[in-house]
């Protein structure tokens, strides 16, 4: 089983991505988080396998959370989860430790193949 932890600053995006990975049998998403701070504290409680990490969030961003959560754990794996396909963000977030990206406009299976 691999343990999700979904951070995304708009709740309907969360809950939608959270019941889809959840529909996926190898998958549980044992915490939802709607900023970097939320999530650092779900995962002082909470073992999780991997992060789907929104970039731009108000209050502490993906790519800051990013930099931080692997500061504490290098293990963690983190994937971005955005709209933003072009620009800074993908290559600031892979700069920082984050293992892959994807597009919040790709299909549930690129998604379930990133994890």
């Known amino acids: 089983m691999i343990r999700l932890l979904v951070v995304d600053d708009q709740r309907l995006i969360r809950r939608c991505v959270t019941a889809r990975l959840n529909s996926v049998e190898r998958f549980t998403v044992v915490g939802e988080a709607a900023s970097g701070e ?5 995962l002082r409680n909470e073992p999780v396998d991997i992060v789907l990490m929104d970039l731009n969030m108000p209050g502490i961003g993906g790519i800051e959370a990013t930099k931080r959560f692997l500061s504490v754990d290098p293990k963690l794996k983190i994937i971005g989860l955005s709209m933003y396909t072009k620009g800074p963000y993908p290559r600031l977030f892979l700069e920082n430790g984050g293992l892959g990206y994807v597009s919040k406009s790709a299909d549930s ?4 193949k990133a994890i």
């Open 38 to 42: 939320q999530a650092r504290e779900l």
């Open 109 to 112: 299976d690129d998604l379930f």
